[in-house]
């Protein structure tokens, strides 16, 4: 196989390691024996904490979420739907803690990127919501839901319109 065609092939495979999410199975993988790790079981006040988010219930969905943080203190998720459901009370304060906290777990944590950039506009701080859309620019390589998002409500915090 000469050069021109062997690079194209390894810049791809290069490529598709650096996407965020993406696991290929290891070569020795196919045709296996060795069983597959078991899943981890969801904590039922997390499902039941995003069911009270869906339902926009943020009063109930809090002490589901403390909950789940209260078992596993690195759930980067519950602490980005706390943030959530903080910001959706109004209460900025431990909207920012809880987002804080999800991105100090999961720095590349999109959704909290996504989110936080969103109370920095509710409280008129452009320029942190723009260092957020930044990482998402970083983070989602082929663009992403939760950077397309945060850029609408950007551009439309800067035409004046409420988001």
Same mark, same amino acid.
């Given at each position: 196989?000469?050069?021109?065609?062997?690079?194209?092939?390894?810049?791809?495979?290069?490529?598709?390691?650096?996407? +965020?999410?993406?696991?290929?199975?290891?070569?020795?993988?196919?045709?296996?024996?060795?069983?597959?790790?078991?899943? =981890?079981?969801?904590? +039922?006040?997390?499902?039941?904490?995003?069911?009270?988010?869906?339902?926009?219930?943020?009063?109930?969905?809090? +002490?589901?979420?403390?909950?789940?943080?209260?078992?596993?203190?690195?759930?980067?998720?519950?602490?980005?739907?706390?943030?959530?459901?903080?910001?959706?009370?109004?209460?900025?304060?431990?909207?920012?803690?809880?987002?804080?906290?999800?991105?100090?777990?999961?720095?590349?944590?999109?959704?909290?990127?996504?989110?936080?950039?969103?109370?920095?506009?509710?409280?008129?701080?452009?320029?942190?919501?723009?260092?957020?859309?930044?990482?998402?620019?970083?983070?989602?390589?082929?663009?992403?839901?939760?950077?397309?998002?945060?850029?609408?409500?950007?551009?439309?915090?800067?035409?004046? =319109? +409420?988001?």
């Amino acid at each position: 196989m000469s050069v021109s065609r062997i690079l194209p092939v390894a810049l791809l495979a290069i490529s598709l390691s650096l996407l +965020p999410g993406l696991s290929l199975p290891p070569a020795h993988a196919a045709g296996s024996s060795e069983p597959a790790a078991p899943a =981890k079981p969801v904590d +039922p006040n997390f499902t039941e904490g995003r069911k009270a988010i869906d339902a926009k219930d943020f009063n109930a969905a809090i +002490p589901l979420f403390q909950a789940v943080v209260a078992k596993d203190a690195q759930n980067a998720d519950a602490y980005n739907w706390l943030g959530y459901a903080y910001r959706n009370l109004g209460n900025y304060e431990q909207s920012f803690a809880n987002y804080n906290k999800a991105l100090q777990i999961d720095p590349r944590h999109r959704g909290a990127h996504e989110y936080i950039g969103e109370a920095y506009l509710k409280t008129n701080q452009l320029e942190k919501a723009e260092e957020h859309l930044k990482r998402l620019d970083s983070l989602c390589l082929f663009g992403c839901a939760e950077y397309t998002e945060l850029k609408n409500k950007i551009a439309a915090y800067k035409a004046g =319109k +409420p988001s």
